[in-house]
């Protein structure tokens, strides 16, 4: 039966029309004028009363982006929808092509496909083809033809017709871990980074004021940011869009954290409250009262409706979600910055402001050692337990590998400047800290820096500064706030 190839191209037209009407910004105007307030802040009277003609911007271009309608949580299935029709139009386009050719695919593993391309089949389509016959996310997946490794936007029967043409199997498949990272900033962009190439690879565009507070689960491809635009915005990584935006009132996230499964955001903010939202409804379920500063961080554990939290008042709270009550209060005595937990074995790390770091056991409320070294305020921590180890980084620059339960310092990985967020990969012992300047990934075994991700700042103003054979990023305008790196335990996780 033949293929009417008129039909791919209507479906694969309006799968990106729907792309790229939901990708679009749709609070330019307010972004623009906020950046224009920020230029004049300074050299213009002060507005009405006590508000600056920067809060007098905000609260007026605030109005225009709250009548915004948001995008739907239903987008993903409709694009999916149309992507899996184009995918199975495409391969019928394949069967009935008379110049492709029948391939084997083949795994370590011993399992194996067959199937038809066709004259014109690129590897990334070749791929999706293959992530729907395995089971496998596409971007897990590595193509090799004769050892090379196949690239997404070549036509496989022009670059490689005498391999295909050889007996089966004539590709290999490998599943493999890609190392990569998302990052958020004070520009009002999301970024994906490309942590082997040292590359951006996307933006995602849509708040309206600087993201704050960035939360990534990888095996739902979801991702969930908070912003001083008073917003919560859910976003599809695999389409590049914001699939809900939640208002948030006078809640705007300062820290954050997602469970995909049970469709539950956590947020701590300057107002000393706690919510819980619905990823779907958009709606705030829970209030979570009891501290009496800021909360700066937040852990949560939806399956035992656990979740603590750190503040500005000196303690971290343990909370039980589903009756939103604090189980227990734990005294840490100055501002805390940073907080961890292994869950399993209820401990928990605490980082404070004043340069320390208590590990506290949940079940018996007592403080289990204090890690010193640090010399100004903490403000990341990750902690490996099961491995009696835990990194923390800080504003004095330095990024410090601790040995637990004998709280010792094992290593100093010398940053360069101040960390302000860190996200580690313990199976490839790494870490990538983000600063001001720039993302720096360490290998805190070997205490080697592996990359530097500069692009930060526009890459118009840095190409001055950089050499021809550095690997230019297009980045963030301005700095990194918040980053969250990808590892093999939540990539291949069942």
């Keep these: ?7 791919l191209g209507e479906l694969e037209k309006s799968y990106s029309d729907l792309a790229l009407k939901l990708h679009k910004p749709t609070n330019v105007k307010y972004t623009l004028m906020w950046g224009f307030g920020n230029t004049l802040h300074g050299c213009l009277p002060r507005g009405l009363g006590n508000e600056s003609f920067l809060d007098l911007m905000r609260r007026l271009f605030g109005k225009t982006e709250k009548k915004t309608k948001p995008c739907s949580a239903t987008v993903r299935e409709e694009l ?20 492709g050719v029948e391939v084997e695919v083949a795994m370590m593993s011993g399992r194996s496909w067959r199937f038809i391309i066709g004259n014109g089949a690129k590897g990334g389509e070749v791929k999706e083809r293959l992530a729907e016959l395995s089971g496998i996310h596409s971007t897990e997946l590595s193509l090799l033809c004769g050892g090379v490794q196949l690239q997404d936007h070549e036509v496989l029967l022009a670059t490689y017709a005498e391999a295909l043409n050889k007996p089966p199997p004539q590709l290999q498949l490998l599943r493999i871990f890609r190392p ?7 520009d009002c962009t999301l970024k994906i980074w490309d942590l082997e190439k040292a590359t951006c690879v996307n933006t995602l565009r849509g708040h309206g004021d600087g993201v704050m507070s960035l939360t990534v ?9 908070g912003s001083h635009d008073c917003t919560l915005r859910v976003w599809d990584l695999d389409h590049g869009i914001c699939v809900q935006a939640i208002q948030v009132a006078e809640h705007p996230a300062f820290c954050l954290e997602f469970d995909h499964s049970a469709r539950r955001i956590l947020t701590g903010s300057w107002d000393n409250n706690l919510k819980l939202w619905d990823s779907e409804l958009g709606v705030c379920v829970g209030t979570l009262n009891g501290h009496s500063g800021m909360v700066k961080a937040v852990r949560l554990h939806w399956p035992n409706h656990k979740a603590i939290s750190g503040s500005c008042d000196g303690t971290l709270k343990l909370w039980n979600t589903e009756r939103s009550t604090c189980t227990q209060t734990f005294e840490h005595g100055e501002e805390v910055w940073a907080v961890d937990v292994d869950w399993i074995s209820s401990t928990a790390l605490s980082g404070s402001m004043d340069a320390s770091i208590c590990y506290w056991n949940l079940k018996s409320g007592a403080c289990l050692g204090t890690l010193v070294g640090h010399t100004d305020a903490v403000s990341c921590l990750a902690l490996r337990w099961s491995e009696g180890q835990a990194l923390s980084a800080s504003w004095d620059k330095t990024v410090r590998l601790w040995g637990l339960p004998n709280a010792v310092c094992l290593a100093v990985l010398q940053n360069g400047h101040a960390v302000t967020t860190m996200s580690v990969d313990w199976v490839h012992r790494t ?9 720096r990934l360490w290998n805190f075994e070997t205490q080697i820096c592996e990359q530097v991700l500069d692009g930060h700042l526009d890459v118009e103003r840095k190409d001055s500064a950089t050499s021809p054979t550095t690997p230019v990023s297009v980045g963030h305008d301005e700095a990194v706030s918040f980053l969250v790196m990808n590892s093999p335990e939540s990539f291949f996780s069942d």
């Design 1 to 7: 039966m033949e293929c009417p190839k008129w039909r």
């Design 80 to 99: 999916c929808h149309l992507r899996r029709q184009a995918n199975r139009q495409r391969w019928t386009c394949w069967e009935s092509d008379t110049a």
């Design 180 to 186: 990569s990272a998302i990052s958020c900033s004070t």
């Design 431 to 439: 870490a990538l800290a983000g600063s001001p300047e720039a993302m």
């Design 217 to 225: 689960d990888w095996k739902s491809r979801y991702a969930v940011s």
